[in-house]
C-alpha cells in the first residue's frame, strides 16, 4: 500500500458527550504544501481510527466522518476514560483547546499535479480512500476549525436550572393578568421572559444578573 499522504487541519467548539468532540477533517482550499483535497472524492468507512501524530501504535479512539457542507467532518469518540492513559491524555488536551488541530492520513487513488509543467510537485487528489484521522500539534489546512466541544457539566446544570426558573417564573406571570399592574408593563416583562426562553444570556454572569431581576419583578 502507499504511504499514506498526511493534511493537517484544524477544528472548534460546541456542546457533546464528555468523551467526544467534532472536527472538519478537511477542506478543498490550497494547503500549505501547496496541494488540495477534493472533498467529493474522499471515500471513507461508516469509522475510522483515531490516532495522535498519525502513529499507529497510539489509537486514542474511533471516528464518524461524513460530508457537510462541502466538507469532509467527523464526530470523535475518545476512548472510555481508564482504558488509556494516552487517550486520557489526548481527550484532556484537546477538550482543554491545548491541542485543536487534526490531520487526516489518506491513500491516493487519483490525482493531478497542480502545476502541468511539475508532474511531480503539488498534488490535487482527485480521490482518495481515507485511512485515518490523527490529533496533531501543527495543521497544514488554515480552514479547518474545531468545530464542537462538550459543555462543561456545571455551565450544562446552569443552564438547566436557568430553564427551570424560566418556566415557573412565566407561569407566575399568567397570573398577574389579575393584579394591579398596568397591561403594558405586564405584557413588557413577559415578552422578556420569552425572548430570554428563545435564547438564553451569553454568559453564566448575565444568566445569574436575568434571574435575580425576574426575581425582583415577581
Known amino acids: 500500500m502507499p504511504t499514506p499522504v498526511l493534511k493537517a487541519q484544524k477544528f472548534t467548539s460546541e456542546a457533546l458527550g464528555p468523551r467526544s468532540v467534532r472536527v472538519q477533517c478537511s477542506s478543498a482550499t490550497l494547503d500549505r504544501t ?45 476512548a472510555p476514560e481508564g482504558v488509556s492513559v494516552r487517550a486520557d491524555e489526548i481527550c484532556g488536551l484537546v477538550k482543554a483547546g491545548i491541542i485543536d488541530t487534526v490531520s487526516i492520513g489518506f491513500d491516493p487513488i487519483q490525482a493531478e499535479p497542480m502545476d502541468p509543467a511539475r508532474p511531480r510537485g503539488p498534488q490535487r487528489y482527485l480521490s482518495c480512500e481515507l485511512l485515518e484521522l490523527s490529533f496533531v500539534t501543527v495543521p497544514a489546512n488554515r480552514d479547518a476549525v474545531v468545530v464542537a466541544r462538550a459543555l462543561d457539566r456545571d455551565d450544562a446544570r446552569e443552564r438547566r436550572d436557568t430553564r427551570e426558573l424560566i418556566e415557573r417564573t412565566e ?32 454568559t453564566s454572569g448575565g444568566r445569574r444578573r436575568l434571574i435575580g431581576t425576574m426575581e425582583h419583578w415577581f
Do not use: C, W, Y
Open 34 to 78: 501547496g496541494e488540495i483535497v477534493v472533498q467529493s472524492g474522499i471515500k471513507f468507512a461508516a469509522t475510522v481510527p483515531v490516532l495522535f501524530g498519525h502513529d499507529t501504535q497510539l489509537p486514542v479512539g474511533r471516528a464518524t466522518p461524513r460530508l457537510a457542507g462541502g466538507n469532509l467532518v467527523a464526530d470523535v469518540e475518545f
Open 171 to 202: 407561569h407566575r406571570a399568567r397570573k398577574l393578568d389579575g393584579l394591579a399592574m398596568d397591561r403594558e408593563t405586564f405584557l413588557r416583562r413577559l415578552e422578556a421572559i420569552h425572548l430570554e426562553q428563545r435564547g438564553m444570556a451569553e
